[in-house]
């Protein structure tokens, strides 16, 4: 089976177990439909497809990682690609190197903190050769090396009302799509704390170029490539994310892409 296929098959079968479960709900009563309490059940099938995947995949396993043999000789660029969606101010950082770039970590956190490059750099890495999925159905293989977000986590501190994690990126959606748009995604702490979430600063042993997000994108690999945020600029920890943009937690999600996006 193409990995396409394998995709979309496996995608079919979660959305069915949900359905599934929906319909075992839906025969027991006609007289719920009208219900509020049971329309907004319906409208959370997202959610219900999120923990059918979850439960079908315990919080630590791993997406499948590969041989160097295995790396795309093309890997192709997934969202924001060029200086058209970034602001001049990010593009003149690259152009000195990003010495002056910094990420900031805040929030629901007991130390706030700023990383340089250099910082980052110096912390425990982690390698991972991994198949990047994108919703659009192709797939590329890469070599991302970065701490992982969990190290970062550790060293702020969450406060223990913390629920999200929210990133906050240089660039944005065209203007035309719907005025300044800048991008975010964010993620739950189960994730957020899985091994393979990383910080990526280089790509197949390389330091990334501005088409894959320089100077530093998110990894996380179990879900699909709209929710790997490029261009990092802030990582915020939240209890809540229904009051950032348009409230579905994400850039694409505010218009319309699923929040929870496993494989």
Same mark, same amino acid.
């Given at each position: 089976?193409?990995?396409?296929?394998?995709?979309?098959?496996?995608?079919?079968?979660?959305?069915?177990?949900?359905?599934?479960?929906?319909?075992?709900?839906?025969?027991?009563?006609?007289?719920?439909?009208?219900?509020? #309490? +049971? =329309?907004?059940?319906?409208?959370?099938?997202?959610?219900?497809?999120?923990?059918? %995947?979850?439960? !079908?995949?315990? $919080? &630590?396993?791993?997406?499948?990682?590969?041989?160097?043999?295995?790396?795309?000789? #093309? +890997? =192709?660029?997934?969202?924001?690609?060029?200086?058209?969606?970034?602001?001049?101010? %990010?593009?003149? !950082?690259?152009? $000195? &190197?990003?010495?002056?770039?910094?990420?900031?970590?805040?929030?629901?956190?007991?130390?706030?903190?700023?990383?340089?490059?250099?910082?980052?750099?110096?912390?425990?890495?982690?390698?991972?050769?991994?198949?990047?999925?994108?919703?659009?159905?192709?797939?590329?293989?890469?070599?991302?090396?970065?701490?992982?977000?969990?190290?970062?986590?550790?060293?702020?501190?969450?406060?223990?009302?913390?629920?999200?994690?929210?990133?906050?990126?240089?660039?944005?959606?065209?203007?035309?799509?719907?005025?300044?748009?800048?991008?975010?995604?964010?993620?739950?702490?189960?994730?957020?704390?899985?091994?393979?979430?990383?910080?990526?600063?280089?790509?197949?042993?390389?330091?990334?170029?501005?088409?894959?997000?320089?100077?530093?994108?998110?990894?996380?690999?179990?879900?699909?490539?709209?929710?790997?945020?490029?261009?990092?600029?802030?990582?915020?920890?939240?209890?809540?994310?229904?009051?950032?943009?348009?409230?579905?937690?994400?850039?694409?999600?505010?218009?319309?892409?699923?929040?929870?996006?496993?494989?």
């Amino acid at each position: 089976m193409t990995n396409g296929r394998w995709l979309y098959s496996r995608r079919r079968f979660l959305a069915a177990s949900a359905a599934g479960t929906a319909g075992l709900v839906l025969g027991g009563c006609d007289r719920l439909s009208s219900a509020p #309490t +049971f =329309r907004e059940f319906l409208a959370g099938a997202e959610g219900l497809t999120e923990r059918v %995947h979850r439960a !079908l995949l315990w $919080r &630590g396993a791993l997406a499948r990682e590969y041989r160097v043999a295995d790396i795309s000789r #093309t +890997f =192709r660029a997934n969202g924001s690609q060029d200086a058209y969606n970034l602001p001049p101010e %990010h593009i003149e !950082l690259g152009q $000195r &190197g990003f010495s002056d770039w910094r990420l900031v970590v805040d929030g629901l956190v007991l130390r706030p903190a700023r990383f340089s490059l250099p910082e980052l750099r110096a912390l425990p890495a982690r390698t991972q050769i991994t198949r990047h999925d994108c919703v659009e159905g192709w797939s590329c293989i890469g070599s991302w090396t970065g701490p992982s977000l969990s190290t970062i986590l550790d060293r702020v501190g969450l406060l223990a009302n913390a629920r999200f994690v929210v990133f906050h990126c240089a660039d944005e959606l065209p203007r035309y799509i719907r005025g300044v748009n800048p991008y975010y995604e964010s993620i739950d702490l189960i994730d957020a704390f899985h091994p393979q979430t990383i910080l990526a600063y280089e790509m197949n042993g390389a330091p990334l170029s501005l088409a894959h997000g320089a100077p530093l994108r998110l990894r996380v690999e179990r879900q699909l490539g709209y929710k790997m945020a490029k261009f990092l600029t802030r990582i915020e920890v939240v209890d809540r994310f229904d009051r950032i943009g348009r409230g579905r937690g994400g850039t694409w999600e505010d218009d319309g892409y699923e929040w929870y996006a496993g494989i």
